[in-house]
């Protein structure tokens, strides 16, 4: 069974960076497309980027386009999410997420499996 599991949350003034990473174990994620998702306070998760499992194909939700770059490393069980120019509605929890049904499509839904979370609070 596949487990993954975020890090590299924290709190962040606007304007700043971070960059979280995904570990998996139990199996290899070469053959999945991994993904990240948030939820808000109130608010529905949302899919905020995803990248198919040769990074052929990686995919933004608007809210993010130019600020946030999605990667990979097969050799490590490993994906990043590069969050640059942070405002304060990117507060959230962010979830790591793998697709075997996406692997080619870059697409993350529906999900195998969810890490735990890993919150972003952005404020001065």
């Known amino acids: 069974q596949l487990y993954v599991a975020e890090s590299g949350g924290g709190l962040v003034q606007p304007g700043g960076s971070l960059r979280l990473s995904c570990a998996a174990s139990?199996?290899?994620?070469?053959?999945?497309?991994l993904g990240w998702f948030r939820q808000a306070p109130g608010k529905e998760r949302e899919g905020v980027s995803c990248?198919?499992?040769?990074?052929?194909?990686?995919n933004y939700a608007d809210s993010v386009k130019g600020r946030f770059t999605i990667s990979r490393d097969n050799a490590k069980n490993t994906v990043y999410l590069q969050m640059n120019s942070l405002k304060p509605e990117d507060t959230a929890v962010y979830y790591c997420?793998?697709?075997?049904?996406?692997?080619?499509?870059?697409?993350?839904?529906?999900?195998?499996?969810w890490g735990q979370g890993t919150l972003v609070t952005v404020s001065s």
């Open positions: 997420a793998a697709s075997r049904n996406g692997r080619y499509s870059g697409v993350c839904n529906p999900a195998d499996a």
């Open positions: 139990g199996l290899t994620l070469d053959g999945y497309a």
């Open positions: 990248i198919s499992k040769s990074s052929a194909v990686t």
